[in-house]
């Protein structure tokens, strides 16, 4: 898109030069010159350039184009070098990091330690952040800078999870300055990065383009240029493929699945995702905000703290039918925050039975037994099939008593919303990092920001034995011995019904004009793993 159009607003920034930027509505380059583009679509719109604004999936794929951690994840979410070509534990309280050689930033500057201890620094400092990523560098209690290409980090006691923490933080350049705010990011001042690509424009919830990193140190894209587009719509960015003004798009409709796979010259990557999908319930307030009773008005007390009615509202929900219909087949129904064959995964903990007649007898236990009134909120672009799923389980919830209003928006105002907790239930998804620490400690731990635990917590579920089996966890360096205690953290946290895992979804992404795609679990969409097919 060139930057000199009409079409882009004035808050949109091109820090790079305009030759060869695609007009709006120019089709992508699919020839195999130095000028090739690649134009893809996603569904979720990012809030935020900030790497370190949102734990959030669409903020960190988007940074993993123009930044880099110190440890990677390949395509299934197992470790690997990055920024860092290897670390080790020098003795039970400190790691050591051994930082890759010849690495610049977008800028120029020389990738050293001193970037390192600068970006983590700031992690746990970002003004007004909804999701902060200090869970990831909460355990780090000091830094020393050996030389320019060895660091290392002081933990309080064993913490062998510090690889995995890293792999979620992006490294930034100390010459962004100590002051650099989140709008320095939005506006590209402060997107210098080590990243395959570098940054040429932004145009909130419209795209973000960007120029193939030609000094980058690991493997460069095929793209020269990448126009990164935001389609929240199920059927315009379906559209958009079919009609060629896209490559590539995520998030299938699980509803046009048939009739693209009828189309000629139309590919699949899919892959069982990571990410669980589940309604969090306000247990914060004393009254819930947008609890009342069948007349209208306001309980004295919040129903969703008596384990019976969270219960209730749980095995009232038919997860199969969910998958079936809703998903059509495209998710596994689940019990818990983790999918089959991960770790951490806990096998016997299976769906909880669906069971209408259950559902109204412990109602009834709690004192509810003509249910009450309920507003279920969640977004209508973020996840596969997002809307359709709360007007499903509104209508479940319905079956029991429960007179369910729905209301569906668009993410950024969800995500405003349940940094105020304003809700009473709250459809919402979490993407694990392929083990079951992040999922615990940001969920269903109690919310203590100096310690790094429920970092999304708002909705003020509290469980002393679950926070001290996530505090045993995170001090025990035998791999088994803490996947079991973590285990044991989830399955507490689940039969209190923290929260209603409802399912895993599948990662889909549909490609044309001969292109591959390797499948993320993660389900990050990266324009560096869109590839020409060979021969």
Request: glycine content about 8%; proline content about 7%; aromatic content about 8%.
């Amino acid at each position: 898109m060139a930057p000199s159009t009409p079409a882009l607003p004035r808050r949109a920034l091109l820090s790079l030069p305009a030759a060869g930027l695609l007009a709006p509505g120019a089709r992508a380059q699919t020839g195999t010159g130095p000028a090739s583009t690649l134009n893809l679509a996603v569904a979720a719109p990012v809030t935020s350039l900030d790497p370190h604004y949102h734990t959030l999936s669409p903020n960190n794929m988007m940074a993993e184009h123009f930044f880099d951690q110190l440890v990677g994840r390949d395509a299934k979410a197992a470790l690997r070098p990055a920024l860092a070509e290897s670390w080790r534990l020098v003795d039970d309280t400190t790691w050591e990091f051994k930082l890759r050689r010849g690495v610049k930033f977008s800028n120029g500057h020389d990738f050293t330690a001193e970037d390192v201890a600068f970006t983590y620094r700031r992690v746990p400092n970002v003004v007004n952040s909804p999701g902060s990523f200090g869970i990831y560098t909460k355990a780090i209690t000091g830094t020393e800078i050996v030389d320019a290409h060895t660091i290392r980090f002081r933990t309080n006691g064993v913490y062998p999870l510090l690889p995995q923490d890293l792999s979620q933080v992006y490294i930034i350049c100390k010459a962004v300055g100590d002051n650099v705010t989140t709008g320095d990011f939005n506006n590209g001042r402060a997107m210098i990065g080590t990243g395959p690509f570098r940054f040429a424009s932004f145009n909130p919830d419209d795209r973000v383009v960007m120029t193939r990193n030609d000094a980058y140190w690991g493997e460069k894209p095929e793209w020269s240029q990448v126009v990164y587009r935001f389609i929240p719509g199920d059927g315009v960015r379906v559209a958009a493929l079919l009609s060629g003004d896209v490559q590539m798009i995520d998030v299938v409709p699980p509803n046009d699945m048939p009739r693209l796979r009828s189309t000629p010259g139309i590919t699949f990557a899919e892959v069982p995702s990571l990410r669980c999908i589940y309604l969090k319930l306000d247990t914060a307030h004393d009254v819930s905000p947008h609890i009342t009773d069948n007349d209208g008005k306001p309980f004295t007390k919040n129903p969703l703290r008596d384990l019976r009615v969270r219960q209730a509202l749980s095995i009232s929900i038919n997860r199969q039918a969910i998958v079936d219909r809703v998903m059509q087949g495209a998710a596994t129904p689940i019990g818990q925050m983790m999918p089959p064959g991960a770790n951490g995964y806990v096998a016997d903990l299976p769906p909880p039975t669906f069971s209408i007649d259950r559902a109204k007898a412990l109602l009834a236990d709690a004192g509810y037994p003509n249910g009450f009134q309920i507003t279920l909120i969640g977004p209508n672009n973020r996840y596969v099939n997002d809307a359709q799923i709360i007007q499903a389980v509104g209508q479940m919830w319905q079956r029991i008593g429960i007179r369910t209003r729905v209301e569906a928006m668009p993410f950024a105002v969800l995500a405003q919303r349940q940094a105020k907790n304003d809700m009473s239930a709250m459809l919402i998804g979490w993407a694990t990092a392929g083990e079951p620490s992040t999922a615990i400690r940001g969920n269903l731990t109690t919310r203590i920001p100096e310690k790094g635990f429920g970092t999304v917590n708002f909705n003020g579920y509290s469980n002393p034995r679950v926070d001290a089996l996530t505090d045993e966890g995170l001090r025990t360096s035998d791999d088994a011995k803490r996947e079991a205690i973590f285990g044991q953290a989830m399955r507490v946290a689940m039969e209190d019904v923290a929260l209603i895992a409802l399912h895993m979804q599948k990662n889909i992404w549909a490609l044309k004009g001969g292109l591959t795609y390797e499948a993320r679990a993660d389900e990050y969409t990266m324009a560096g793993g869109a590839k020409r097919a060979v021969g």
